[in-house]
């Protein structure tokens, strides 16, 4: 599984609610933090998306300004982390700003950790 | 980590002083190591040209170039003649004795490696003017990179500032007219440093205001930031300018923390070079570009600076080698016995 890049909030609602954790990365075009992190982010993908338990999103904040604007996204780029569609913190941080690539590497291993647990325990999407 | 723990040189940056050095050394077979770093000293690889847009003044793009662009086909060209790009973050030097050593973040407790030369060229990074308030709306409303942040919704048609004078000052308003409603420059003085193209540009821009004599003093909001508290410097009289962004152009400072207490800078902290090269007050060690240059900081001039290094450190490294490697019975008494391991490179 690959990253999901979002091209509208109605998509990105819908993975939100087909999808019990989402990782979102809120980036611009011109961002050299943005890019410096994106390889990194996309190993992540590739390695701990789970169907339905866990999934990782790309938001161009200059193509979806409704989403960005709804999240109250400030800087970029901003890594934000969802449960059954709410928002939530990991790690006891409410979002990750700026390319901080060891907060982001445990917030998602602690994501991969528990999307697994839930997945063997067979609980649903929602529940 | 592919990068052998000994290396002949090794090139500390990721600009255009340490891409030129790497390309210099790579044709003269010198096998060079460029840390490049993970957002060392907060930026992207390829360093302040990666917060920029059009660059006009570097020679050879007859229509300009964009920054990050131009950093990608440098960091090519190194590659492309053999230089080693190693995309970590040196996190301490120890210049003490040479074979300097040298540790990689999260690395810090594991054995050093260690380089023959190195080629210091970390550049230097926006300064910040820490008023009252920057730190609670710092990222939330405050920014160090126009071209990072400008597209965040809470810029979008709202009024926003700039404050600085010069180049930057000048480009990152221009580029932010796109987002904003309007955008104020508040320079101290009573002039712009910006050069004269720049300078008509931003003065000829229906959306800019330039608010001459002006300095902030303080930054306002809620969640986010909201205004500036705004001081006119010849009456001292001050006003509420309202602003949900602010940036800065103000200047830079030297990366120069891994170096400081081990050779000389001056009293701005800039790497103090033996006028006419790139020597430092240490043997061995060569910086070039923005962490020894307060005065030209161009990426020409950087692009400058980083071949006379290599070119000086390609010598040195000869005529120690015509001498008889001392380096090398040092390399072998400090690191107990272990010899330091010189098979050829095979990424080469």
Known sequence: MTVHHISSSSEFESLLSSTMYVVSDFYADWCGPCKAIAPMYEKMAESASIQGYLAFAKINVDNNQDISSKYGVTAMPTFMFFKNGKQVAVNGNALIRGADAQALASATAKLAKLAKEKQDAGVKVGA | ?348
Request: glycine share 8%; net charge negative.
């Open chain 2, 1 to 348: 980590m592919s990068a052998k723990p000994h290396n002949k040189v090794v090139i500390i940056g990721s600009g255009p002083a340490a891409h030129t050095a790497a390309i210099y050394l790579a044709r003269a077979e010198l096998k060079p190591v460029l840390y490049e770093g993970m957002l060392a000293n907060g930026m992207a690889a390829g360093g302040q040209l990666t917060t920029t847009t059009d660059v006009e003044n570097f020679p050879g793009f007859p229509t300009g170039i964009m920054g990050p662009e131009l950093m990608e086909n440098m960091r090519k060209q190194s590659l492309h003649f053999g230089t080693e790009i190693v995309t970590e973050t040196v996190a301490k030097l120890d210049l003490s004795s040479r074979p300097f050593k040298y540790w990689l973040e999260w690395a810090e407790d594991e054995p050093p490696r260690t380089a023959d030369a190195i080629i210091l060229a970390t550049g230097a990074s926006a300064k910040r003017l820490h008023l009252p308030g920057e730190e609670t709306y710092w990222q939330s409303g405050i920014s160090a990179c126009a071209v990072c942040d400008g597209a965040v919704p809470i810029f979008r048609n709202k009024p926003l500032v700039v404050i600085g004078g010069g180049d930057s000052a000048a480009e990152e308003a221009l580029y932010l007219t796109k987002y904003g409603s309007k955008v104020y420059v508040l320079v101290r003085k009573d002039k712009l440093r910006a050069s004269n193209i720049m300078a008509n540009r931003l003065l000829k821009h229906p959306k800019v205001e330039v608010l001459f004599h002006t300095v902030a003093v303080e930054a306002k909001g809620e969640k986010v930031l909201k205004s500036l508290v705004i001081k006119d410097t010849r009456d001292g009289k001050t006003r509420d300018l309202e602003a949900n962004g602010l940036f800065y152009a103000i200047g830079h400072e030297p990366a120069t923390s891994l170096v400081k207490t081990q050779l000389d800078v001056d009293e701005d902290g800039y790497v103090v070079t033996v006028p006419g090269t790139t020597e430092t007050s240490v043997k061995g060690v060569f910086a070039a570009g923005d962490v020894q240059d307060k005065k030209y900081r161009q990426a020409i001039t950087s692009a400058g600076s980083g071949c006379m290094a290599a070119l000086e450190c390609e010598r040195l490294l000869a005529e120690e080698e015509d001498a008889g490697a001392p380096i090398m019975v040092e390399a072998m008494k400090e690191s107990n016995g272990v010899v330091p391991e010189s098979k050829s490179n095979p990424l080469v």
